[in-house]
């Protein structure tokens, strides 16, 4: 599986827990406050035991979070 | 699993009682009544290297890891009874000197630390507002860009060391829509116009560490008074608390076995109905549940450093440390007073002094009932 798939599933069915089913990869996962503050942090978690990429405090930033697809994008370039 | 010390660690914890009891006790009680902060004991703890204990020898630093660093703030909880002071410093720490030197540009970190860490100047951290205490990503103060840097406008409080600092780490917001991800780091210096100190705040405990209110009317910061990239406000300041959470709780570790070893002398030493008080069980229950208490809240707090140490991440862990040591410390303060009795409820036996302190923990970097909800969410509630 890719990035892609593997942070969907995890969001949908650890974050989400049901409440959006039917989230898709380019879905706002910030603005529309999809994931919150502590919620983030699970995800880094999540993507240092998951993918070994430990993220830098520093990137985690709108930029790079902002969906699904912005999120994979960014973890292509370890 | 190895749960030994270095003799190099253990000796440098020792050395750091010895001077914490020399040095740093004179006039405490007085202090305390008048809250009072000590600017000769803050540079004696920064000669001593305190300060400096977690960063590089080129800004001053003696360069230590997270663990020794841990072991002697748990050496100065012991020996320094002085526990606004020892708050006071890590304040500084872990939210001024620490974000300026993991987010901050070399330039920022040239101009901030060695002073910082010498003790020739004093940095504040301002975060909470008055309107924004647990959902601090809500805030108010506003960071609006404009040619060159940005203008901050709102306050801050509950600032330590806002009253005695030359410099202050803060948080703004450049866009309030965004929440967390509109959160953005600055450092700004005492005179910046623009830039004031409100009122001296007084409060129950931890009266020797002073705290003030930061106001910011249209105060002009240049774009190289920015800390970090913009956005990353948020997770500066988790970082902070992270590093804050595990070294100021390490102190609570040595005054709470300072606390110890009190109540079980005074239970030795002072007899009614013609034995010592200790061997009555409803008085040595109490000192065995400190005793287990103290144990199970350092293994709790160890765990989060050699995870941190490892380079791992400690959200749950630190919480659940946050919380039982923040809890651990007021009861063992409450158990201290039983002891004493009523001699303990008297300010000149130096009892009741360190649960007024306490109560402080539950509150500050994440109130007990906010890490509470941090280990319900990792739990899956």
């Known amino acids: ?78 | 699993m190895d749960f030994s010390w270095s003799d190099e660690q253990l000796a440098y914890k020792r050395a750091v009682v010895g001077f914490a009891q020399k040095e740093l006790r004179n006039g405490l009680m007085e202090r305390d009544q008048k809250a009072e902060f000590s600017r000769e004991n803050w540079n004696k703890c920064a000669q001593f290297g305190i300060q400096g204990l977690p960063f590089p020898e080129t800004y001053g630093g003696a360069n230590a890891d997270i663990l020794t660093t841990m072991l002697t703030m748990e050496g100065l909880g012991y020996g320094c009874a002085d526990n606004g002071l020892i708050f006071a410093i890590n304040a500084q720490m872990w939210s001024v000197q620490m974000p300026i030197f993991k987010f901050g540009t070399e330039l920022q970190k040239q101009k901030y630390l060695p002073g910082l860490i010498s003790g020739q100047i004093i940095g504040a951290h301002g975060m909470s507002e008055p309107d924004s205490g647990s959902d601090a990503y809500s805030m108010r103060t506003r960071a609006e860009k404009v040619d060159r840097g940005y203008v901050l406008n709102g306050s801050k409080t509950f600032v330590t060391n806002a009253p005695v600092a030359d410099m202050a780490v803060v948080f703004a917001t450049v866009d309030p829509k965004r929440g967390m991800w509109g959160v953005t780091g600055f450092v700004v210096d005492m005179g910046t116009p623009g830039f004031t100190v409100s009122r001296h705040i007084d409060k129950m405990g931890l009266r020797t560490s002073p705290m003030g209110e930061l106001i910011f009317e249209d105060c002009f910061l240049p774009e190289e008074n920015r800390l970090g990239p913009v956005g990353a406000g948020a997770n500066i300041f988790k970082d902070s608390m992270e590093w804050e959470r595990a070294c100021i709780l390490g102190s609570h570790i040595g005054t709470m076995e300072l606390q110890l070893e009190r109540s079980i002398a005074y239970a030795r030493a002072r007899e009614q109905f013609g034995q010592p008080i200790g061997k009555f069980q409803t008085v040595a229950n109490r000192i065995v549940d400190m005793k287990v208490r103290l144990e199970t809240a350092r293994l709790l707090l160890y765990k989060v450093a050699w995870l941190r140490s490892q380079g791992k991440s400690a959200t749950m862990e630190a919480a659940m440390a946050k919380l039982y040591l923040g809890e651990a410390f007021v009861q063992s303060g409450l158990d201290a007073i039983r002891t004493f009795g009523g001699w303990g409820y008297m300010t000149e036996f130096e009892v009741e002094r360190d649960l007024r302190d306490a109560l402080g923990g539950v509150l500050y970097s994440g109130t007990s009932d906010i890490q509470r909800n941090i280990i319900a969410r990792y739990l899956g509630l």
């Open chain 1, 1 to 78: 599986m890719n990035h892609e798939t593997i942070l969907l599933e995890y969001i949908k069915q650890e974050l989400l827990r049901g409440r959006k089913s039917d989230l898709k990869v380019e879905d706002d996962l910030l603005s529309n406050g999809i994931i919150d503050s502590l919620g983030i942090l699970q995800l880094v978690a999540f993507i240092e035991e998951r993918f070994h990429i430990q993220v830098p405090d520093e990137d985690v930033v709108f930029e790079n979070f902002q969906s699904v697809k912005v999120l994979s994008d960014y973890l292509a370039k370890f």
